[in-house]
């Protein structure tokens, strides 16, 4: 097993790419997410409204996070 520190990270990162079994399984489980991820997609017409009312609300909970997490205490 690896070893996984921070400054172990260049050295295990090397040893993870030089892993074919490791890396044809990653290739294949990012094809199989984006290809389901496709699939949604096309099936909501207003995927694109969806996706940037859900950036806006990720953002706007970001800015004001201290009001949040305040109210959120109490």
């Known amino acids: 097993m690896l070893n996984y520190t921070p400054s172990k990270f260049k050295e295990n990162a090397l040893k993870a790419l030089a892993n074919e079994n490791l890396r044809k399984n990653l290739t294949k489980a990012i ?6 991820r496709a699939e949604v997609v096309s099936e909501l017409p207003n995927w694109e409204e ?23 205490e109490t």
């Open 50 to 72: 969806l996706r940037q009312k859900a950036h806006d609300i990720k953002k706007h909970a970001i800015e004001n996070l201290a009001y949040y997490l305040e109210m959120f």
């Open 31 to 36: 094809s199989h997410t984006l290809s389901k």
